[in-house]
């Protein structure tokens, strides 16, 4: 069981088609959902809705916040077969946790793959999303991903805390923004057996060469297809970390190219000194920009 | 704007035209561009246009004229990024402002930022808007963009175009705008800007100000860095500087000052203050809320 962080609203539990699934919601107002990165099964990390800790309560003043853990991830159950292991079953469950919230019309924030998250249920269900908001997402933009050359092998035992810490130092600009709190809830994550399993599937059943990648791969395709189509058709911001090695600026920049080609609301913003996770390493530049950015997009007479 | 006072301060024998709804310390300061008596249309307080309206909903707004345009004063002294840099220190202190934020558009950017290097203890935060004149000069090609604005120049059609010319949409330049330009090059102030900029030697005073302003800047970048918060603004389809000259005036920038944001604004030009009022306004007073923060904090 993770710790209850006192940055977190208190956690909740949805049954979402079979999928028991851990939320976190505060806050009145227009609904921002937050959707973090990652995917079931990785060994050395393990994002959960806590990466959302330096924002959520802050926004929670202005707007109603919430973030869950995505299927096989944090505390949500794993996918219900291996066919499941997929993209596709992670938006699938995503727009129904969303529907089985009965939210409104919502600002969609996603983060490195939950940004592709985000975007394909802007693609797929327009009319559940109010404005999309992208955050360094190497899976949504096109060009080359370098995830794997700064973080492959961990100089660590694969799966400890050290080498959790690792790999989050590396994605961040300051090492220091890596705080104890969050490698408490990754590390705990790591260590549930309902992860190790995912991890199990994913590594030794080799469904992520099998069946998570290709599927992902043909999926990209088609979104970045439908983007450059135009399809894409609700206010748009993408914040990039300035230093960012995983994801560098220019793959930001020609994904905000795409989507601007066909949308006038769109938004580009970068934060110095900031790697892959710029809402926790310099959160009050990054609440600031989405405040406004929700403000001004609110429904008619600033109603969600 | 009708909210907004008026107020000629007499300055070193150069009356200096101020707008401003409230006059605060921590005020945000607009500081328009141009190159006076060679740009082909105006440029003055009136540029701002309703971006300084919707500002001024929330904040203190002090708006200032440099030497050679609208109702203020000539100097020919003042007619350098040098002078221009002095102007503004000379307004500031004179209206009692401390850690204001600076918003410099175009030419402007490179005076305020070297001001806010010289003089940390008077500025907040810089802005910099849409400027070509703060990116490096590089071996670029020559731009056409503004090279012949169709005659009499400054008459009301002449900088129609003009304004056109450095836009992404025309439908920001209403009538009012024009007429305001026109007003400024009717100024005494413009009549002898244009004739300083005719000499030569005076022009590539003008011309050579800016190289060393730029210089200097790229030095205290390098070295040092720019001491306060900056943020450089950008029209995505700038006819004068492009996207790829935003970005390394950003890494310039961004180099030593950890505070340092940059932003695109889509389907504006060289005047985006103008034509995305609204996502112009958010992205500064967002900036603005978080250095306030921290200067309070």
């Avoid at chain 2, 695109?264 to 103008?274: E, S, T």
Wanted: proline residues 6%; aromatic residues 8%; glycine residues 8%.
């Amino acid at each position: 069981m993770l710790a209850s962080f006192a940055s977190m609203p208190e956690g909740r539990w949805l049954n979402v088609d079979g999928i028991q699934t851990r939320y976190y919601d505060a806050g009145e107002g227009a609904p921002i959902v937050f959707i973090y990165g990652g995917n079931f099964g990785m060994k050395d990390s393990a994002s959960t809705a806590h990466t959302w800790s330096c924002n959520l309560m802050p926004l929670a003043h202005r707007f109603r916040v919430v973030a869950f853990d995505k299927l096989g991830q944090g505390l949500t159950s794993n996918p219900k077969c291996d066919d499941d292991y997929t993209m596709q079953a992670v938006v699938d469950h995503a727009v129904a946790f969303i529907q089985a919230l009965g939210l409104p019309p919502v600002h969609l924030v996603g983060h490195s793959r939950g940004g592709f998250v985000a975007a394909r249920i802007a693609l797929e269900h327009p009319s559940m999303v109010r404005t999309l908001t992208v955050v360094n997402s190497g899976t949504l933009s096109p060009g080359v991903g370098t995830n794997e050359v700064v973080l492959s092998n961990p100089p660590y035992p694969a799966g400890s805390r050290e080498a959790a810490r690792w790999v989050y130092e590396n994605y961040c600009y300051s090492p220091a923004a890596v705080t104890d709190d969050w490698i408490d809830a990754v590390y705990e994550t790591l260590q549930s057996p309902k992860y190790q399993e995912s991890v199990r599937k994913m590594t030794i059943e080799g469904l992520a060469e099998r069946v998570f990648l290709p599927q992902l791969a043909r999926q990209k395709r088609e979104t970045l297809q439908w983007i450059d189509e135009g399809r894409l058709q609700r206010p748009v911001q993408i914040f990039w970390g300035f230093n960012d090695r995983t994801a560098v600026l220019e793959r930001g920049l020609e994904l905000f190219r795409m989507v601007s080609r066909h949308q006038r609301a769109v938004q580009f913003h970068v934060i110095n000194q900031s790697g892959h996770f710029p809402f926790r390493e310099h959160p009050d530049q990054f609440n600031a920009l989405l405040a406004d950015f929700v403000a001004a997009h609110a429904g008619p007479g600033g109603k969600p | 704007m009708s909210a907004v006072q008026h107020q000629a301060l007499p300055l070193e024998g150069t009356v200096t035209a101020v707008w401003y709804n409230r006059i605060a310390r921590d005020a945000i300061v607009l500081i328009h561009g141009g190159q006076p008596g060679l740009l082909p249309y105006c440029s003055g307080a009136h540029i701002w246009g309703f971006s300084a309206t919707r500002l001024m909903e929330s904040a203190a707004v002090i708006m200032l004229e440099l030497p050679g345009t609208g109702t203020t004063g000539f100097s020919a002294d003042g007619l350098t990024l040098d002078g221009w840099k002095n102007h503004i220190r000379t307004v500031l202190q004179q209206l009692g402002t401390e850690n204001v934020h600076l918003v410099a558009h175009d030419t402007a950017a490179l005076p305020a930022l070297l001001l806010a290097h010289d003089h940390p203890h008077m500025i907040r935060a810089v802005t910099v808007v849409s400027s070509v004149a703060a990116t490096p000069t590089g071996d670029g090609v020559e731009k056409f963009v503004l090279a012949y604005p169709p005659t009499p120049l400054w008459s009301a059609s002449s900088q129609r175009w003009a304004l056109e010319q450095v836009s992404y949409a025309h439908h920001h330049v209403d009538d009012e705008l024009v007429a305001a330009c026109v007003r400024s090059s009717e100024a005494p102030a413009h009549a002898r800007a244009v004739a300083h900029m005719a000499d030569p030697a005076r022009r590539l005073q003008w011309v050579s100000s800016i190289s060393r302003a730029k210089s200097r800047l790229f030095q205290v970048c390098r070295e040092s860095g720019i001491p306060v918060p900056v943020q450089v603004v950008w029209g995505t389809h700038d006819p004068l500087g492009t996207v790829d000259q935003a970005v390394w005036s950003y890494r310039i920038l961004a180099q030593r000052q950890p505070l340092a944001q940059f932003h695109l604004i889509n389907r504006a030009g060289a005047l985006p203050f103008r034509e995305e009022v609204e996502a112009f306004c958010r992205v500064l007073l967002a900036f603005d809320d978080v250095t306030a923060h921290r200067m309070r904090g």
